[in-house]
């Protein structure tokens, strides 16, 4: 998003983006199984983000789907053809720029295609650091799997003049709906509560029973925290990134100084990835206590960090 | 994260490549920096690998001796699981389950085939060889 937007001549950074459309946030839902392990989610989904703000910046963006992947190809092509910047959604398995053993299926990723030459796209992915290029067959079947999260091959792009941006307006609301997000869901599986029930889940593991299940769950937090996904920490850190844009922007230093306790907490949530890494590959003991303290002090430092957001705009 | 803790090099997970991630500098300001992959993220997603690894190794075995079918070996080596393969194909799990036994497997027609074949990135022969 943040490319296409470049690219129509608004700077906004991938953190302002992501600020904006208020997508930080937690979910723990048992409900949904990935290889029989409990989805984790740090943000909201690609399109909710995009949804986000596209509504608050009135931007003119055209989503698309296709039912024939030969149809959606064509459009890829018409569109880059207009010189156009075009975002996508794929899988991850069958993008061949993914080192082989980081390739799972996983179906909500985004990636943006910028140009087309003789059998490849130029495509820049924001997982990686540089551009790459995508032969056309991979990209296609990569765009038209079908699955949970499937595709359907949809792309997006602007299909009008991008409107003149004002950020800062719009910065504190979308601050609000983040916190809002983060503490008052009433469900017990989202935002600063979600992580307090993770917690608890994670200190009724069957450690005896089953710890090979308890190294596998215990890993896949770890997985969904740092695997897929802009920056580390569970986008705490791309979050800290747009409130220090945000403080300078309202001129709020306290904006600024919650930046930095979140850049903090986000350091935490790496702690707990080490330790959990670590009891995942069988280097340290499984001490379950340790990481359901973890946990939960995480939990109280964000309720803490987003109540005091919510008083700072 | 600090832009001083950011590993430089490349760890052998990530094949060359670099991550993008958000650190910070001395003064506390934001910047993007290439990681070569961080202990933990490297290690989670090693453990995720051999995991497949070992189950694909096992059905590999028990599809030599002929107690299951070529189809679990696959769907292990491609990093699918029951549920991601009946989803991945529109097979329904009863289905998948039935596949997954030779006798079942033996009887797929060749539409069925293909569409396991597609789900999988193989192709037809790569299917039904357990190699």
Redo the contacts between chains.
């Keep these: 998003m943040s490319a296409l937007l470049r690219h129509e001549g608004v700077p906004l950074s991938e953190?302002m983006v992501f600020g904006l459309s208020a997508s930080l946030s937690f979910a723990y839902i048992p409900l949904i199984?990935i290889?029989?392990l409990p989805l984790i989610a740090y943000r909201m989904v690609p399109r909710f983000i995009l949804n986000g703000v596209k509504k608050k910046l009135r931007l003119p963006l055209r989503f698309e789907t296709f039912r024939s992947p030969i149809d959606g190809r064509r459009r890829l092509d018409e569109l880059l053809d207009q010189g156009r910047v075009v975002g996508l959604q794929s899988s991850v398995?069958?993008l061949p720029?993914f080192?082989?053993?980081?390739?799972?299926?996983f179906n909500a990723h985004n990636l943006i295609a910028y140009g087309r030459e003789d059998d490849e796209y130029l495509v820049s992915d924001?997982?990686?650091?540089?551009p790459t290029r995508c032969r056309a067959s991979d990209l296609q079947?990569a765009r038209f799997?079908?699955?949970?999260l499937a595709p359907k091959g949809l792309l997006y792009y602007f299909d009008g003049p991008v409107p003149p941006v004002n950020l800062a307006p719009l910065l504190p609301a979308a601050i609000r709906k983040n916190c809002f997000l983060m503490l008052h869901v009433p469900l017990p599986f989202v935002g600063c509560r979600g992580i307090r029930l993770l917690a608890r889940r994670v200190r009724r593991l069957p450690e005896k029973r089953d710890p090979e299940f308890t190294?596998?769950f215990v890993?896949?937090i770890?997985?969904m925290q740092?695997?897929i996904g802009?920056?580390?920490?569970g986008f705490r850190?791309?979050y800290?990134?747009f409130l220090?844009e945000a403080a300078v922007l309202l001129g709020k230093p306290a904006l600024?100084d919650l930046?930095?306790q979140l850049?903090t907490i986000?350091?935490e949530w790496?702690e707990f990835?080490?330790h959990?890494?670590?009891i995942?590959?069988g280097r340290d003991a499984i001490d379950l206590p340790l990481l359901h303290r973890l946990l939960t002090d995480l939990a109280k430092k964000e309720r803490a960090l987003f109540g005091a957001l919510r008083r700072a705009v | 994260m600090h832009a001083n803790e950011v590993p430089e090099r490349s760890a052998p997970l990530f094949e060359g490549r670099h991550k993008a991630v958000y650190v910070v500098d001395e003064h506390g300001r934001y910047l993007i920096a290439k990681s070569g992959g961080t202990e933990a993220e490297v290690s989670v997603t090693e453990e995720a690998v051999s995991w497949f690894a070992r189950l694909a190794a096992e059905a590999r075995e028990r599809a030599r001796r002929g107690e299951t079918s070529p189809l679990e070996v696959h769907m292990y080596r491609q990093r699918m699981d029951l549920p991601t393969l009946a989803q991945a194909t529109g097979f329904w799990r009863w289905q998948v389950r039935r596949h997954l036994r030779p006798a079942g497997f033996a009887r797929l027609s060749a539409r069925g085939l293909a569409r396991y074949a597609e789900a999988l990135g193989l192709s037809l022969a790569q299917l039904q060889s357990l190699d």
């Design positions: 953190a199984k290889n029989q398995f069958f720029y080192p082989a053993n980081m390739r799972f299926h924001p997982v990686f650091d540089e079947r799997v079908r699955g949970a190294r596998r890993g896949h770890v997985r740092e695997e802009t920056g580390g920490a850190f791309l800290a990134a220090q600024q930046s930095l850049t986000g350091d790496r990835a080490l959990a890494a670590r995942n590959k």
